[in-house]
């Protein structure tokens, strides 16, 4: 069976975003491959985070993982932090990066525009995420199309590795969806959705209250004219909130023109709104269900446990070609 690793960090709110170019494909996923997701911790200190936040999204994310239908019986789900081979395994790739490989990276770039100082982790978060991905062999890496740049350096590191100390690691794959890939912020078409964005109206929340999202569609950023119609490039936000429509609903985006051609963009978004409801609010009563059963911890142990097996193995060979002395 081919593996999949995937992750999200911990930081801030999950968005639709992170629902429609990751976890969806998570769910999709894992009933055909071995599948490992992990609520990167270590990743989310890259910024600063305040020890409470950081603790209560961690859980928040696992939680939205299985109320986005991840199954703890399928899939393993852990905290990055709690199999010490990554961060373990982070440092050795940072040991093979060059500099200019991290500098290149437009999420370093974006990120450290927003910093007054810039912190070292954040240059070498990629040399952690390929620690991830490698640790586990995975044939298959779901993401969302940011991290497609993430996901070339780590193909090259392997390589390097491979090249440089023997055959060992597994070249992956990124695996993008077609449509979805990118879902764009509400209130600026050119912007990509992110739950790191200071105005909430910009991000559909994966746990905002039905109220707040059918104000926040309603009042989203529409290109003028008024036709439904699909054109990334001239009208890049009525084109977002169709793909949206067409994740949360079962109509393709052809069918989506057609049924609000000359109806203009009031109707259309004012049965989006409902779609999106209908899509975010199960997964929020089941989200209250998890967090307040007591089960999050004994599905993170059971998943922890079970990536550490694989790592743990990884990480071994590939001390052992580096010449490390091992363990006796
Ligand atoms: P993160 O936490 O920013 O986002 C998690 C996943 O959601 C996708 N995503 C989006 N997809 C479509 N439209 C959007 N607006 C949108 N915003 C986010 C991201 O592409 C991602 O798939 N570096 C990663 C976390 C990571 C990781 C890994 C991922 C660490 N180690 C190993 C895969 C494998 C990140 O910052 O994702």
């Not at 890259?46 to 961690?58: A, C, G, H, N, R």
């Not at 991840?70 to 990554?86: G, I, L, M």
């Amino acid at each position: 069976m081919k593996r999949v690793l995937s992750g999200i960090q911990s930081s801030g709110k999950l968005t639709i975003g992170n629902y429609i170019g990751a976890l969806k494909n998570y769910v999709k996923l894992q009933d055909t491959h071995e599948c490992f997701f992990s609520i990167v911790d270590l990743h989310a200190i890259t910024v600063p985070q305040k020890p409470e936040e950081l603790k209560e999204q961690t859980e928040a994310v696992a939680a939205l993982y299985f109320a986005s239908g991840v199954d703890p019986n399928k899939s393993s789900v852990f905290v990055q932090s709690h199999v010490p081979a990554h961060a373990e395994l982070g440092w050795i790739m940072t040991t093979l990066s060059y500099m200019g490989e991290f500098e290149r990276m437009t999420q370093f770039k974006d990120k450290s525009r927003k910093q007054d100082s810039i912190g070292v982790g954040l240059f070498t978060y990629p040399g952690l995420m390929a620690a991830d991905i490698l640790l586990y062999n995975a044939d298959l890496v779901p993401v969302g199309d940011d991290q497609k740049q993430h996901l070339e350096l780590t193909r090259d590191l392997a390589n390097r590795f491979n090249q440089r100390f023997g055959e060992c690691l597994k070249i992956p794959e990124p695996y993008i969806p077609e449509v979805g890939a990118r879902i764009m912020s509400l209130d600026d078409g050119s912007n990509k959705m992110s739950k790191s964005n200071p105005n909430p109206n910009s991000y559909i929340a994966m746990l905002d209250e039905p109220d707040v999202l059918r104000k926040k569609i309603k009042r989203s950023t529409t290109d003028s004219g008024r036709d439904v119609l699909f054109d990334p490039v001239n009208k890049p936000e009525i084109s977002n909130l169709m793909t949206i429509y067409s994740y949360c609903s079962t109509l393709s985006i052809k069918e989506i023109e057609q049924e609000y051609e000359g109806k203009g963009y009031g109707p259309f978004k004012k049965d989006l709104a409902e779609h999106v409801v209908a899509t975010l609010e199960p997964i929020q009563q089941r989200y209250k269900e998890i967090r307040s059963s007591g089960e999050l911890s004994k599905y993170l142990k059971q998943g922890a446990e079970q990536a550490a097996d694989v790592a743990n193995e990884t990480l071994r060979e590939i001390k052992e070609k580096m010449g490390f002395v091992l363990p006796y």
